[in-house]
């Protein structure tokens, strides 16, 4: 049980962050380097403002950044650039700005959060600890209503969309310079508020996001464009993965184990045939579901 609460905290996120760049590049195609530096931000504004009840701290952090994101996608994201490689460097660039401002203002020394929530909670006979808990509940409820959003809603529907087929979605009457906005804005800010929920588990410094951002892109690297659902599944596997090789295994040998396995699913994925036998599976498993 206590390997299955880690789990769920540890998915929280990995959650939030991969359901976030996966907006991004749904509706935009651009992969959000800056997404681990946002989690610096959304932690240090936590840890900064000390004055505020933590649940109003989140929420300042949410506020806060909301301006700062729609200054990034107009300024430097809204007009289209050569390729994907030149948005990515556009989106290292704020990542290491983000990063130089927080070290300049902060400097390199961690800083820690007092959790809201104290003491332990009992689960099925096993004690954890209770913010951990809380921590990764609120964090599992928001995935699920995000994914909600995107599969019950006309703006998930339009987000699909646009991420199927840009340019019939345009025909058909979708703006999509005002839904590429929406979706930076929301995809950061689900950073954002990973940042600041989980900054009293975590070492707050600059570099922060940094280590937080490989695990991340590999969620997104093993997901489909416009499929949310699916990279939410990712973010599940990989912190699965990460808490079952800690339990296991050193915690040097764990991270070693870690990116090797990932990298090799990763380049199992691109072959031509995997891609093929699941194009197979899928056309075998719809009339499965119609019968």
Do not use: H, K
Request: aromatic share 8%.
């Amino acid at each position: 049980m206590d390997v299955l609460l880690a789990i769920i905290t540890l998915f929280g996120l990995y959650g939030l962050t991969t359901l976030g760049m996966a907006v991004i590049f749904a509706a935009t195609r651009v992969v959000n380097l800056a997404q681990g530096d946002l989690i610096m931000v959304g932690a240090y504004t936590a840890a900064v403002l000390t004055g505020p009840a933590f649940g109003w701290r989140v929420t300042l952090a949410l506020v806060a950044s909301a301006p700062l994101l729609l200054l990034i996608e107009r300024l430097l994201l809204r007009r289209p650039l050569a390729d994907g490689l030149a948005t990515m460097l556009v989106t290292w660039g704020v990542g290491m700005a983000l990063r130089q401002a927080a070290e300049l203002w902060f400097t390199s020394t961690s800083r820690s959060v007092d959790a809201p929530v104290g003491g332990t909670v009992t689960v099925l006979g096993t004690p954890y600890p209770a913010y951990r808990l809380v921590c990764g509940l609120i964090a599992v409820a928001v995935i699920g209503l995000v994914l909600l959003a995107a599969y019950r809603t006309d703006w998930g529907l339009t987000l699909r969309a646009v991420a199927d087929n840009p340019a019939m979605a345009a025909l058909l009457g979708t703006d999509p310079r005002r839904l590429r906005t929406i979706a930076f804005i929301l995809g950061g800010l689900l950073a954002v508020l990973a940042g600041a929920l989980y900054s009293p588990l975590l070492a707050v410094n600059p570099t922060m996001g940094f280590g937080l951002l490989v695990p991340v892109f590999f969620g997104l690297l093993l997901s489909r464009p416009g499929a949310l659902g699916t990279a939410a599944g990712a973010a599940l596997a990989i912190a699965a993965l990460s808490v079952l090789l800690r339990t296991w295994l050193t915690d040097v040998l764990a991270e070693v184990f870690f990116y090797l396995i990932v990298v090799a699913v990763a380049a199992l994925r691109s072959r031509p045939w995997i891609r093929r036998y699941m194009s197979w599976l899928t056309r075998v498993r719809v009339p499965a579901r119609a019968s």
